[in-house]
């Protein structure tokens, strides 16, 4: 006989309502993910971003980004908005041991921490990932552009970055020793 319990992780397990409730009560743990383009010696030679419209109107550069739902593996979260933002194909290549490279707080007040999220307190788990596949972003991007760490650097890039991603690409950068 079975102790396993089915959690339900493929399922939306809270009602937009107890959602917004518990976003205004407890930190919400979400993944950070870099994917990133690299070279046979590991060196990273190019940053994928992602472009969406944001709920404000606007338009910005971002990084894969998602919650951890309850009974998931951080591993199975990091694929699993990988490959909603990436496609299927675009073959993440997560390590053995999924430690992340730093941990972000994100508060609706951004002159708390400069990680912003204005619906919630999120602790979230920073990675870089190698990919291998060719990724396609997915109907809520609106395009995903691979650019090389001084691109990813320049003032332009960097404006059209909001919530404080810039900031968590840089310590990507910085983490992989490729910040120029």
Do not use: C
Request: glycine share 8%; hydrophobic share 40%.
């Amino acid at each position: 006989m079975s102790d396993s319990i089915d959690v339900g992780t493929e399922v939306n397990w809270l009602s937009t309502d107890d959602l917004e409730t518990v976003r205004g009560r407890v930190p919400m743990v979400y993944v950070d993910a870099v994917p990133v383009r690299v070279d046979s010696t590991g060196e990273v030679t190019h940053i994928g971003l992602l472009l969406r419209a944001m709920p404000d109107g606007t338009i910005s550069r971002a990084l894969v980004t998602g919650r951890v739902l309850f009974g998931e593996r951080i591993r199975h979260a990091l694929l699993r908005h990988l490959e909603k933002d990436l496609g299927p194909i675009a073959l993440p290549r997560l390590p053995a041991n999924p430690t992340p490279f730093t941990v972000a707080e994100y508060f609706p007040d951004p002159s708390l921490s400069g990680y912003h999220d204005p619906r919630q307190h999120a602790v979230s788990l920073a990675y870089v990932v190698p990919i291998d596949g060719e990724p396609s972003p997915s109907p809520d991007a609106l395009d995903l552009t691979w650019v090389t760490p001084k691109e990813a650097m320049s003032p332009e890039v960097i404006a059209e970055m909001t919530g404080g991603h810039d900031r968590l690409l840089r310590l990507a950068l910085g983490h992989t020793g490729q910040l120029p």
